[in-house]
């Protein structure tokens, strides 16, 4: 991809959206029950708001130049280990800047009222940091995909950092690291929701999708079922397989207690419009995550492949949801994951039909406060003009 290029193409959907309805939605004013028309700040609280504006993005800078200079350095399994200790330890949830709340912001999936349309991507199972990153300004967070038996995941080397034309992104091997059902249900049980949370299942036979479902529902808000990963052979050939796919959807949505997600490769794109959406579709499953890694061959790590995330997957997941938007219109709700690092990108995939926007890589390369500038970008473009 040449430099320049992602930005331009996210100009452009930017400032064209999908339907008259939606634009209408990005630019009217609030309005009274009597129809008088509300100002959204009142001037001393647009400078108040401005003021916070360039505090954010102040600090959004001073991580990026800790992440350039100091974790991008480090070997990354210590730069893991030291950013999933500073997010268990600092009471970061406890600050407001990291929070934008405002009734116009909320969506919903599934019947599920989100505060906001921005979801943090499955990558934690541990309790304590999903319970810091509930306070960090998203809508909803994903635990990450859990296995009916532990996993200790592929050896190291594991994850690459990778540097493009499109900016920082990484490369994982991960192989579904996590403690197992009976583990993680005992921590999650205990677990508030600040916001929803969305708990992640990945089978590997229907019995195992099933019995994952049944238990660990009830944990959560909504429940996602993983087929997208490319690291788990396994797992991800469950998208090569659209009518076992089919009768299994039907099988775990008969006992899950909670709105059905169902996690899609964007490895697959003409099966997924072909035969993996309409499977679901005709299995009940309404919710859609569109987007993963993208397998890519890594000498550097150790399965010799692994999934790649970042901006530079940008363009694929903006195309994946325009044309499967354009296909199947409302019949699905659409959560767009992939190569998300700024606020115009989270707001052209909003305008090109995704119902939410799920990310992680941009969590870590452009630090925790990304998500407060995306939803600072979300209601400046809702103000009248």
């Known amino acids: 991809m040449r430099a320049g290029a992602t930005g331009v193409v996210v100009a452009q959907a930017v400032t064209r959206s999908s339907?008259?309805?939606?634009?209408?939605?990005?630019?009217?004013?609030?309005?009274?029950?009597?129809?008088?028309?509300?100002?959204?700040?009142?001037?001393?609280?647009?400078?108040?708001?401005?003021?916070?504006?360039?505090?954010?993005?102040?600090?959004?800078t001073l991580y990026r130049v800790f992440y350039d200079g100091v974790l991008s350095r480090l070997p990354e399994p210590r730069a893991v280990s030291l950013g999933q200790t500073a997010l268990r330890v600092l009471p970061l949830d406890r600050l407001p800047i990291f929070r934008r709340e405002d009734p116009r912001l909320a969506t919903t999936l599934g019947g599920v009222r989100l505060p906001n349309p921005l979801i943090l991507a499955a990558q934690?199972?541990?309790?304590?940091?999903l319970r810091r990153a509930m306070g960090l300004g998203f809508g909803a967070v994903t635990a990450k995909s859990i296995t009916r038996h532990a996993r200790p995941g592929h050896p190291e080397p594991n994850l690459a950092r990778v540097r493009t034309a499109a900016g920082p992104g990484l490369i994982n091997c991960n192989g579904f690291k996590n403690p197992g059902l009976e583990a993680f249900a005992r921590d999650v049980a205990r677990l508030p929701h600040r916001v929803p949370l969305i708990v992640s299942v990945a089978g590997e036979s229907p019995e195992d999708c099933v019995e994952l479902v049944r238990r660990l529902g009830p944990y959560g808000d909504l429940v996602e079922f993983n087929i997208s990963s490319p690291n788990t052979k396994l797992v991800y050939t469950w998208s090569e397989r659209p009518a076992e796919l089919r009768a299994v959807l039907e099988a775990v949505r008969a006992v899950s207690p909670r709105p059905l997600i169902l996690k899609i490769s964007p490895d697959f794109a003409d099966a997924n419009e072909r035969d993996i959406i309409p499977a679901a579709l005709e299995a009940g499953v309404r919710i859609v995550n569109y987007g993963n890694t993208r397998r890519v061959d890594e000498p550097r790590v150790s399965q010799g492949s692994g999934g790649l995330s970042g901006p530079e997957i940008f363009l694929a997941t903006l195309a994946n949801v325009r044309r499967t938007r354009a296909r199947f219109g409302g019949r699905l709700e659409l959560i767009a994951t992939g190569g998300v690092d700024a606020p115009d990108k989270a707001r052209?995939?909003?305008?090109?039909?995704?119902?939410?926007?799920?990310?992680?890589?941009?969590?870590v390369t452009r630090g925790p406060l990304l998500?407060?500038?995306?939803?600072?970008a979300l209601l400046a473009a809702r103000e009248p003009r």
């Open 348 to 363: 052209a995939l909003l305008d090109e039909g995704a119902t939410a926007v799920g990310y992680f890589t941009g969590f």
């Open 371 to 376: 998500a407060r500038q995306i939803l600072d």
């Open 124 to 129: 934690y199972y541990d309790t304590a940091i």
């Open 19 to 60: 339907t008259p309805e939606r634009r209408s939605k990005i630019n009217k004013p609030t309005v009274k029950a009597g129809g008088d028309i509300v100002k959204a700040e009142r001037p001393a609280g647009r400078a108040i708001l401005a003021a916070v504006f360039r505090m954010t993005a102040a600090l959004a």
